[in-house]
């Protein structure tokens, strides 16, 4: 069992981990061949619009040195070639690159769909007519697409780089930008084959660490585990001990004074204080009664023990409950009269129930001659069974003094009694009602007591058999 706990621990915990891998890794692949350009063409925008923005503001002041500065700046660390043209002379003004024809080639190309004629470049662009934006568009593939636009300048993505074309403030000087995305495609996808890598060490990594990891966690467990049952065992070996301390208390308790009114009497006879036959035979008749008494706690100790210990197995079997309690109501019927108790039954003919009737009857013993016992004198005893069906319901009612609240969960104890000077006058021994909390626990059937304005009433329930 605890092997295939181990297992279940370390399939449960590996699983989730390589499951959280392989959704990180989906997701950061998704992200990077779909998201990855767009993220690097919005970057780039954005470094372009700010180089324009200073560019426009060094080309307005006429500083030479802060343009070039500018261009060189932005192509060494941004990737992004600029070329200043000056629409006037037609001639390129500012270059980052060491060959300026090539970016004056890009912007012709735009311009004026491959024309090379300078001069109509810079007229068509100079004078900004609809014909010059439309050049602007014509020369771009069906792959080109616009990404940022206005008055000033206009952005376009081909297949191969984003492209940047501007007019500055002093109505001359034309910008031109270029920066490439064909290595930002192989970059992606070498990351893509990168991440696939690092994935599949990943999650080799990762399984290895989950074994040792959970089978140090399930060490920590299995120790834990080992800890607590340790922990129970003790406690309930504390408890055992205590149980038997008390049991040996109790026990001791109870047969005391039956065993020293034995002998006393005993000594009684024996040193012959006893001179008629009569004082003799009072003495015999205290003992005979105080060995039936212990005889009686002995056999009910031996019972419980037999029950609680699960040694004495139940003996299911069908049998007749209203000729058991009629029966058993006729042997007590002396208890009640002693008292010139009443004795009322509501108990219908050939009620069947299912149980072990041997042990049945001894609660139906302990109910009635409890009742009988402690009912007032001129009272009622009232004995009710009656089936529901699916179970039947035995309840023993007495007239008489209630239960005290605080003292109706202690009654199954063992040796508990509530008044004791009562129980020690009509003999009980404060066994009975824990051998009927034993037989019911044993049955898995309700049973219980409840108070009533004008007595007690004690009740029990077994399996139905039909009637």
């Known amino acids: 069992m605890k092997t295939s706990r181990k297992k279940s621990f370390t399939a449960k915990y590996l699983a989730v981990f390589e499951l959280s891998i392989v959704l990180i890794v989906i997701i950061v692949l998704v992200v990077n061949t779909f998201g990855l350009r767009y993220y690097y063409e919005h970057q780039r925008v954005k470094s372009m619009e700010q180089a324009y923005g200073e560019i426009d503001a060094a080309v307005a002041d006429k500083n030479h040195k802060a343009v070039s500065k500018i261009l060189d700046n932005y192509s060494e660390t941004e990737n992004i070639s600029i070329a200043l043209y000056d629409t006037y002379t037609s001639v390129a003004v500012f270059s980052s690159e060491r060959d300026n024809e090539f970016l004056l080639q890009r912007l012709r190309d735009r311009l004026f769909g491959g024309n090379t004629d300078g001069a109509a470049g810079a007229q068509g662009a100079g004078d900004g007519s609809p014909d010059a934006e439309g050049g602007m568009t014509a020369g771009q593939g069906q792959k080109d ?40 495609k192989n970059l992606a996808q070498q990351s893509t084959r990168f991440l696939i890598v690092v994935a599949a060490a990943a999650l080799f990594i990762g399984f290895v660490a989950v074994i040792i990891m959970t089978a140090r966690v399930s060490k920590v467990a299995q120790l834990e585990l080992e800890n607590e049952k340790l922990q129970h065992d003790l406690e309930e070996k504390e408890r055992q001990n205590e149980i038997q301390r008390e049991f040996i208390a109790n026990v001791s308790h109870e047969l005391k004074t039956p065993i020293a009114l034995v002998q006393g009497y005993a000594e009684g006879l024996s040193e012959g204080l006893c001179e008629d036959a009569e004082s003799r035979k009072y003495y015999s008749d205290v003992i005979m009664d105080e060995a039936v008494r212990m005889n009686m706690i002995v056999k009910q100790l031996l019972m419980l023990s037999r029950i609680e210990s699960g040694t004495d197995s139940l003996k299911r079997e069908v049998f007749d409950f209203s000729e058991l309690v009629m029966n058993t109501a006729e042997q007590l019927q002396i208890l009640a009269e002693r008292r010139n108790a009443r004795v009322e039954t509501d108990v219908p003919a050939g009620m069947m129930a299912l149980g072990d009737e041997f042990k049945i009857e001894s609660v139906v013993t302990n109910y009635l001659s409890n009742a009988m016992n402690h009912v007032e004198d001129d009272g009622l005893v009232r004995i009710v069974l009656n089936n529901s069906g699916e179970r039947i319901k035995l309840r023993v009612f007495n007239t008489g003094c209630t239960i005290p609240k605080e003292e109706i969960r202690h009654i199954w104890d063992k040796f508990y009694k509530v008044d004791k000077s009562h129980t020690r006058t009509y003999g009980g021994s404060g066994i009975g009602l824990s051998i009927v909390r034993a037989v019911m626990d044993a049955h898995g059937m309700p049973y219980g007591v409840i108070n009533r304005a004008d007595g007690v009433e004690f009740w029990m329930e077994l399996e139905s058999a039909g009637k």
Do not use: K
């Open 145 to 184: 697409r616009v990404i940022a636009a206005n008055e000033d300048y206009n952005i376009t993505a081909t297949a191969q780089a984003l492209e940047f074309v501007g007019y500055c403030h002093d109505d001359r000087t034309m910008v031109l930008m270029s920066s490439p995305v064909v290595g930002m």
